[in-house]
């Protein structure tokens, strides 16, 4: 089957849509984690607006649907990347894999020279498709309560 989607900036107006997506992904994650209190269920509408209008927010759309999202906190030549989910029903269609090379065009044409993540270090899932679009883990932390791996991608 084929699928057709279209990848772009949010806009204030998504707010609610990326919302749902990210308290559905994130509460998710935290039953894999074992995790309860993450930072990313304690957002409102409200707090994500504000990101989309201060930060490079891009989503998936399928149908005028929002299906996937990921945020990006650029500061000189380095970024963060966080908050990237896709909706449970529509994932391995190449949304995660598309978000990502938009992020990477994107943070190269802002002199970008690294990226990094952070993501539970035993989510192999996870893990392994960061290592797939070329990320490596810098380091293992445990400053919120569980083994996090900060993933690096490097932009030559």
Do not use: W
Not at 102 to 130: E, M
């Amino acid at each position: 089957m084929l699928y057709s989607f279209i990848i772009r900036r949010a806009t204030p107006g998504d707010a609610p849509a990326v919302y749902a997506i990210l308290q559905s992904a994130f509460q998710e994650y935290g039953a894999l984690t074992g995790q309860k209190d993450l930072e990313a269920l304690k957002e409102t509408e409200e707090d994500i607006r504000k990101e989309i209008e201060t930060k490079a927010v891009y989503i998936a759309v399928i149908d005028d649907a929002i299906v996937g999202t990921v945020r990006l906190d650029i500061h000189g030549d380095e970024a963060y990347l966080s908050r990237f989910a896709v909706d449970q029903r529509n994932r391995n269609i190449g949304i995660g894999k598309s978000l990502i090379s938009v992020v990477d065009k994107y943070l190269k044409s802002q002199g970008v020279k690294k990226v990094t993540l952070h993501t539970a270090s035993k989510h192999s899932v996870l893990v392994r498709f960061y290592y797939s679009r070329g990320f490596y883990t810098e380091a293992i932390e445990t400053d919120r309560g569980y083994l996090r791996a900060r993933l690096v991608k490097e932009y030559c």
